[in-house]
């Protein structure tokens, strides 16, 4: 079945520092790749999405390419901000019919350091 | 506008009761979805709606788990007989549209525990 492998956290960095959080995925179709937040005390937010190989998703600041060659949706900001600090969840949903059900990464905790 | 609702925001329980969580979705959102965050699993789906189409129940993890959708916008997620397993933090999410493309918009959920 479909799967999105996160790189393992917790993340901690000081801040202006640049931020890559590695995402990869399988899938049998070609799915829509996001990238949703939960900050603390608050509900998952999309943070970017991209529909379509070499699409590139941007919120923010945040960035990320679909990359199909390589199965790849990496989440890169070029200088963190303390507010950034949350847990960030790689996700793709399959195209079609039916239930476009979220599978999501095991997410990343992030911890930005004045 | 508004976004989606989930109430109790909290709801502690013993085991072996039966325990029901209320969804509103976004008005006008035909696509809902039921999600479910542990420690050890993650984030998991557990039931879509669409529309009137019948649920896919794919994710429910065994028969003491239920949901319903009444009127296309509330819906009610019932687990029976609750064990301590089921703690966790179960997210309501609802889209415009259905369709793998669509944004999901997430509510704040339920944090069950089950003592």
């Known amino acids: 079945g479909d799967s999105v492998t996160q790189m393992e956290g917790p993340v901690t960095l000081s801040e202006e520092a640049f931020l890559t959080i590695n995402c990869t995925y399988t899938a049998t179709g070609y799915p829509s790749l996001f990238w949703y937040v939960q900050y603390p005390g608050e509900g998952l937010q999309l943070l970017l999405k991209?529909?379509?190989?070499?699409d590139k998703g941007s919120n923010k600041g945040f960035e990320a390419t679909y990359r199909k060659e390589t199965t790849s949706f990496h989440l890169e900001k070029g200088s963190v901000q303390v507010s950034d600090s949350a847990v960030y969840f790689c996700a793709l949903s399959e195209r079609g019919q039916g239930a476009q059900k979220l599978v999501f990464g095991q997410g990343t905790r992030l911890t930005i350091n004045p | 506008g508004a976004g989606v609702s989930q109430s109790p925001s909290n709801k502690v329980t013993e085991k072996g009761k039966d325990v029901e969580l209320r969804c509103d979705p976004i008005?006008?959102?035909?696509?809902l979805y039921w999600y479910r965050q542990s420690l050890g699993q993650g984030l998991e789906f557990l039931i879509y709606?669409?529309?009137?189409?019948?649920?896919?129940k794919s994710g429910l993890p065994s028969d003491r788990f239920s949901a319903e959708r009444t009127g296309g916008s509330v819906s009610t997620l019932t687990i029976q007989r609750t064990q301590q397993e089921d703690s966790a933090v179960y997210l309501c999410?609802?889209?415009?549209?259905?369709?793998?493309?669509?944004?999901?918009?997430f509510g704040p959920g339920t944090r069950l525990t089950v003592l």
């Open positions: 709606f669409q529309g009137n189409s019948a649920p896919d």
């Open positions: 008005s006008g959102h035909t696509a």
């Open positions: 999410a609802s889209s415009p549209l259905a369709g793998g493309a669509n944004t999901q918009y």
């Open positions: 991209a529909t379509k190989a070499d």
